[in-house]
């Protein structure tokens, strides 16, 4: 199991490398509820290209915010999940931040495989700072 948490003030445990990828080279071959019509949410695409600061470059309404994303990796969808559930319980880190969104994607980029241990699944948490 691989854990990563990304925000604006503390480095992330993992990151992914910034702008690897070119913006049309697929990512995922799959994500939460693609079957049902969901689409991938804005926020997650630009966090694989380039870590937070890319998320608040391609998201307006973040654009100025404190954001954490936190994410876990796993051999299924289920592990993914469980493993992101474990990293939450032990993060102190989020005192003072919301859950704004959540997904898993299954990575389809050997390369992107490669750095999240061998594992094709990824969950993550986005978490907005509470406004005070």
Do not use: H
């Amino acid at each position: 199991m691989v854990s990563c948490a990304a925000t604006s003030q503390l480095p992330e445990l993992q990151t992914p490398a910034e702008e690897k990828l070119s913006p049309t080279e697929e990512i995922f071959s799959d994500w939460e509820y693609r079957g049902f019509g969901r689409e991938l949410p804005v926020w997650v695409e630009p966090y694989f290209r380039g870590g937070v600061a890319a998320v608040q470059t391609a998201c307006p309404e973040y654009e100025g915010k404190k954001l954490r994303i936190v994410c876990a990796s796993g051999k299924n969808a289920d592990q993914a999940e469980q493993a992101l559930a474990a990293a939450i319980t032990d993060n102190t880190v989020l005192n003072g931040y919301i859950l704004q969104d959540s997904m898993w994607v299954c990575l389809l980029q050997p390369e992107d495989i490669a750095l999240y241990g061998g594992n094709t699944y990824v969950s993550l948490y986005l978490y907005v700072e509470k406004v005070r």
